[in-house]
């Protein structure tokens, strides 16, 4: 098994789109890549923290690989927008890969070229690429979010449509 960092806004959405994907045996929601040990939600949605809500992905490689990972995570999220994810504004909402080891960063480096120079979005991507630092799982309040909430408004406004991207955009990945 591997592991993998990602931070696309919120984690109830990308936690809800990677827990269908195959190949998947765990995704936390957490923090990354901020200057304080065991940051609470309040102070990282404060911004007072510099942490990105992310996720931590464990995989099985041989079902899934990395760059498949990072084709749903680009796809599932706005990777042009700096600092948000539609109404969710702020540093902690930042899209970022953060990557684990060299052959992680050069796959990210090497797909997000590849997306641009094909032009696939707009708008240029603002994805950071950067070393990850300590994943600090969020409370568990927010585990499992989307799966035990989906009445509510956010996750059929915000979540739902990210999660149907993924039922059609990438059937063959889909548990």
């Known amino acids: ?14 936690e809800a789109v990677f827990q269908r994907v195959k190949g998947i045996a765990n995704v936390r929601s957490g923090f990354c890549g901020g200057h304080i040990k065991n940051p609470p939600y309040r102070e990282v949605v404060q911004g007072r923290t510099g942490h990105a809500e ?5 995989y099985d ?19 042009t927008t700096l600092n948000r994810q539609g109404y969710d504004v702020g540093t902690h909402y930042r899209s970022a890969i953060l ?27 603002v994805t950071e690429i950067a070393p990850a630092t300590v994943f600090y799982p ?16 956010y996750c059929q406004i915000i979540i ?7 039922m059609t955009g990438f059937k063959e990945l889909v548990k």
């Open 138 to 153: 969020a409370e568990e309040i927010h585990d499992n979010y989307y799966n035990n909430n989906r009445e509510q408004g």
């Open 99 to 125: 990557f684990l080891d060299e052959e992680q960063e050069q796959i990210a480096r090497s797909y997000v070229k590849e997306l641009e120079e094909i032009g696939t979005f707009t708008d240029p991507i």
């Open 1 to 14: 098994m591997k592991k993998a960092i990602l931070a696309g806004g919120c984690f109830w959405c990308t």
């Open 54 to 58: 992310a996720i931590e992905i464990t």
């Open 160 to 166: 739902d449509p990210k999660i149907k991207k993924l």
């Open 61 to 79: 490689p041989e079902q899934i690989t990395f760059k498949q990972l990072l084709q749903v995570f680009m796809a599932t999220h706005d990777p």
